[in-house]
Each structure stands twice: as C-alpha cells, then as structure tokens.
C-alpha cells in the first residue's frame, strides 16, 4: 500500500482526495445559488423526480470537490440576480444545463 489517501470520485474524471472536501454547507448554498440564478429549482426537480435524493448529495459532493468556491462565489456576486448561463468552469454544468432543459 502506498501514501495515497482514499479518494471520492466526481464528475468529469476529477477526483478529490478524501477530507480535501470543501465545506458542506458552503457549497450547498453555493450550488443552490448557482442553480437558482440558471432559473432552476432543485427542489423543485426533486420533488418533479427529476433528480433522486442520491442525485442531489452526488451534485453537492462533485461542487464539494471541485475546488472553485472563490470563482463560483465571484460569478454569484457579479450575477446581478438575472438568470444567467451556468459558468464554464462548473462540474454540475451538464446535470445543471440538463434540469434547465427538461423544466
């Protein structure tokens, strides 16, 4: 066994180390920002089942695990409150621009 800690997978290949996790509950604000900007509502897409319980803890751990909370809370304070396009640098971008689709 080598000194690799365990890791956590999340989206698009990018794999954060276990406990280099970002705080909780800044990027469940974070994310349900970013969506409600986007014009989705994610509980709403939960309750509509179109994201599961499962869903929405993996969309929180891949935010968690991204490493973009300074530019995802720069892109929140510059949006204005007007819908806007989910940023490119988001790993949630696909799931998110697919709940926006299927509204």
Not at 51 to 64: K, N, Q
Not at 91 to 97: F, G, K, M, P, S
Request: aromatic share 6%.
């Amino acid at each position: 066994m080598g000194n690799t800690a365990p890791t956590i997978g999340v989206s698009q290949g990018k794999v954060a180390p276990r406990g280099l996790l970002g705080d909780f509950n800044r990027h469940f604000w974070q994310l349900r920002s970013v969506a409600r900007v986007a014009g989705i509502d994610l509980g709403e897409a939960m309750r509509e089942g179109q994201i599961s319980e499962s869903d929405y803890a993996a969309i929180v751990t891949r935010c968690r695990g991204a490493g973009c909370a300074q530019a995802c809370a720069q892109w929140l304070a510059n949006s204005s409150g007007a819908q806007r396009e989910i940023p490119e640098f988001c790993v949630n971008r696909a799931e998110l621009e697919r709940l926006r689709t299927n509204r």
